[in-house]
């Protein structure tokens, strides 16, 4: 991509090839195709959901050193349906002071609008299709991950509905947390997006995975996607942000009142939620449904063609779904203000310098700021990119000894009078650990008679 600076009735304009078009053509299509297309989409998501329940469960259960689920079938695969059916069976109850129609119009708005979202993922190149040449994508347009948030958003609804429907307080503080949570994480989300807009020009998904032809953009954006595999987690509210269902804060959160389908409904969401935003990661960092870089080397990349690229892509999905299932088996939940003071006060505020950044590094490749460049190791950089490096480098170096500073200072502060550095911890009778900061005191050793039965005792008073 390539662009100009002009003048324009003596304002500067800035011109730039058309590439926001989508790449992928859908005139071929006949519309009974694209149905076929939305209904193998939502099976394939389905069939997803039931065997990522059961390896989540196998994978913790090794990593705790349990088996986990192996009586329902081979290799208990048949758990997550049989579960599925006890949902069914279950009776359904409504709490009294419950709005039942929202009380059952939540559960539906939040599972639906999972789906939605995977209906622009691009999942290989063209294929044939019942003696039908179509792209293995059911739309897309212009603007087609903006879609995504925008769907991501109103699914924000279902939560908010449920914990104020259910007519109880725990429902509605849960609700009202996990509102605040996704909304904030949002926020981080869109703005780690920007980059890859940047880089490949477009917001069209299929334009994206063309434009890592050459290189991921995880690379030349891999602070975005750092920021991303962050937001995604705290997203879709998993370990360790599951922070809407604090036990022993708000028991089950939002969903508290639920039980049957309509939980099941929940739960459902949650998973396609997962899948949505691992498919999401694939397409705008990791080249989408294209094959790996010495994969692709092969016979002039024959392997990503065709029916092909719904294997890759599906590789690369479910790598992040083994990563979603090991922070869960590794992980501690951490504190909600933690949480949000982290989301607010660095990442947004990171993300943003981080997108003036690319936005320099790309306008120098473009030759915008001149054609001064630097020879290193006989390669080329723009001169304007190796500043914006080195401002980075130095503000980062700046913010980190800022951050130690603090902390020394909060650790000097904790050993204040009111808070001894040093501590006893068997002064009262009982072993007390100590605070952060303090330090715990040895105990004196004396020497005692010789011929006893023990030459030295340990003096345990303060």
């Known amino acids: 991509m390539s662009g100009a600076l002009v003048q324009a009735g003596g304002i500067p304009a800035l011109v730039m090839p058309m590439v926001d078009n989508p790449r992928t053509d859908f005139t071929t299509t006949p519309w009974w195709l694209s149905l076929i297309k939305a209904l193998l989409i939502f099976v394939y998501l389905l069939i997803s959901t039931l065997l990522v329940i059961w390896f989540e469960r196998r994978v913790i259960g090794r990593m705790q050193q349990r088996p986990g689920p192996n009586r329902a079938g081979p290799f208990g695969l048949l758990q997550t349906l049989a579960d599925g059916l006890k949902s069914m069976l279950k009776e359904d109850v409504t709490p009294a002071a419950a709005d039942k129609l929202i009380f059952t119009l939540a559960p539906i708005l939040a599972a639906t609008m999972a789906f939605v979202s995977f209906s622009i993922i691009p999942m290989g190149d063209k294929a044939s299709m019942f003696g039908t040449m179509t792209p293995l994508q059911l739309a897309d347009f212009p603007v087609a991950v903006l879609l995504v948030l925008a769907v991501a958003s109103v699914g924000v609804y279902g939560i908010i509905l449920a914990g104020w429907s259910s007519g109880s307080t725990y429902p509605l503080l849960g609700g009202l947390r996990a509102t605040a949570q996704v909304i904030s994480y949002e926020i981080a989300m869109g703005l780690s997006l920007v980059a890859v807009f940047i880089y490949s020009g477009s917001m069209s998904t299929s334009q994206i995975v063309f434009g890592q032809s050459s290189v991921w953009y995880l ?125 607010w006060k660095f990442l947004i505020p990171v993300t943003l310098v981080w997108v003036v950044v690319v936005s320099f590094i790309r306008g120098s490749q473009n030759g915008w700021f001149g054609d001064s460049v630097v020879s290193i190791a006989g390669r080329n950089f723009p001169t304007v990119t190796l500043a914006a490096v080195g401002v980075v480098a130095v503000l980062a170096l700046a913010v980190s000894w800022v951050y130690d500073t603090r902390r020394a200072e909060e650790e000097d502060a904790e050993g204040s009078p009111g808070t001894p550095r040093e501590v006893d911890p068997f002064a009262g009778g009982y072993p007390v650990p100590p605070l952060p900061g303090q330090t715990l005191r040895e105990p004196a050793r004396k020497a005692v008679p010789v011929g006893s039965t023990t030459t030295i005792e340990e003096d345990t008073r303060g």
Not at 261 to 279: H, P
Not at 318 to 334: A, D, I, K, Y
């Open 219 to 343: 690379i030349p954006a891999f602070f975005s996607f750092a920021v991303y595999i962050i937001t995604m987690v705290g997203e879709t509210n998993r370990l360790p942000f599951d922070l809407a269902e604090g036990e022993g804060e708000l028991t089950g959160g939002f969903h508290t009142e639920y039980g049957s389908m309509r939980f099941a409904m929940f739960y459902l969401g949650e998973y396609i939620n997962m899948f949505t935003v691992a498919a999401l990661a694939t397409t705008m960092f990791l080249g989408g449904w294209q094959a790996p870089p010495l994969i692709s080397l092969i016979n002039d990349n024959m392997f990503s063609g065709g029916w092909w690229g719904v294997l890759w892509f599906t590789a690369k999905l479910w790598s992040f779904m083994f990563f979603f299932v090991w922070l869960r088996g590794s992980l501690p939940r951490v504190r909600y203000d933690q949480f949000m003071r982290f989301g």
